[in-house]
């Protein structure tokens, strides 16, 4: 029994869970009640079904008392939704085969120190993720390629402008698939307050200004962008820091595993509740979406 009932993907995601855990740990694969608490709207490009499938085979692999590495896990997601977020990287900029649940590369330890102010286009209208067919050439595939070369240097360079430079590029081409009305505005926004990019959800209404988190006049950047996105009549939603990692990576990348009190890298990263650890937060309410400002 899942609830709320109609997260039917999670219930595909528990079945397939129980399954891979109980064979594992060589014990009978039992049934259960899942239930899925939390604030993400559903269908913004916010990754509420991803975060309602990682959450659901983190909870079974815990009740199991079985660990799964990140790997498993994309397996599992994808297997319950065709396509799934790298949610379960944790946070680590990589480019992920969304579809195929595997990391193609590892593009740096952490992102550059970068503040966002988030808005919602579109009215807030859901999109149907799974109903997206872009169809690109090999014209396309030429430009993604040199965004992908330009993002990796800008990360290894922590360089929050080189990387700002990629997400509005990327915006802009994403216009022909999903196209976002409010994105010229957005782009004269940001270049009257400072920003060093746009950012769009390639599969939703949410969008945002991303920022140099060093600079010292940040905090009235941040400002002046939240009080013309009002004027603008875009509704601004969050302002947030992208997190920083810290601790040591493999030079193989994250599929590849360190040994620490015989656990793996991998293997700590997938384990429910360990300290410090950040958890998806499961869907919301089905309705409008609610995005309060902070």
Not at 59 to 78: F, G, K, Q
Not at 160 to 188: D, F, H, I, M, Y
Request: aromatic share 2%.
């Amino acid at each position: 029994m899942v609830d709320p009932p109609d997260r039917t993907k999670a219930a595909k995601a528990a079945v397939l869970a129980v399954a891979e855990c109980a064979a594992r740990v060589d014990v009978p694969a039992t049934g259960g009640r899942l239930h899925l608490r939390g604030h993400l709207p559903v269908g913004l490009g916010m990754g509420s079904s991803s975060a309602d499938i990682i959450a659901t085979i983190r909870a079974v692999a815990a009740c199991y008392r079985c660990v799964l590495s990140p790997t498993d896990i994309a397996r599992i997601a994808v297997r319950a939704e065709t396509a799934s977020d790298p949610l379960m990287h944790d946070g680590q900029p990589v480019l992920f085969a969304q579809r195929e649940g595997r990391i193609l590369e590892d593009l740096g330890a952490s992102l550059p120190p970068l503040a966002v102010v988030g808005c919602c286009t579109g009215g807030g209208r859901p999109v149907d993720t799974l109903a997206l067919r872009p169809e690109y050439g090999p014209a396309d595939l030429a430009r993604f390629e040199r965004l992908r070369a330009r993002l990796r240097a800008a990360i290894r360079a922590a360089d929050p402008a080189g990387v700002g430079e990629v997400c509005t590029a990327s915006s802009l081409l994403n216009q022909r698939v999903l196209p976002k009305a409010e994105l010229a505005t957005l782009q004269e926004i940001g270049d009257d307050v400072g920003a060093v990019g746009v950012q769009v959800a390639h599969s939703g209404n949410v969008a945002g200004l991303l920022f140099d988190a060093t600079r010292p006049d940040l905090a009235q950047q941040l400002h002046s962008c939240r009080v013309r996105l009002r004027r603008a009549g875009i509704p601004p939603t969050r302002t947030f820091r992208v997190r920083q990692h810290s601790a040591q990576r493999s030079p193989q990348g994250p599929a590849h595993a360190w040994t620490s009190n015989s656990a793996t890298k991998e293997d700590v990263r997938a384990r429910p509740h360990q300290p410090g650890h950040r958890h998806p937060r499961p869907g919301a309410a089905r309705g409008r979406a609610r995005l309060p400002e902070v």
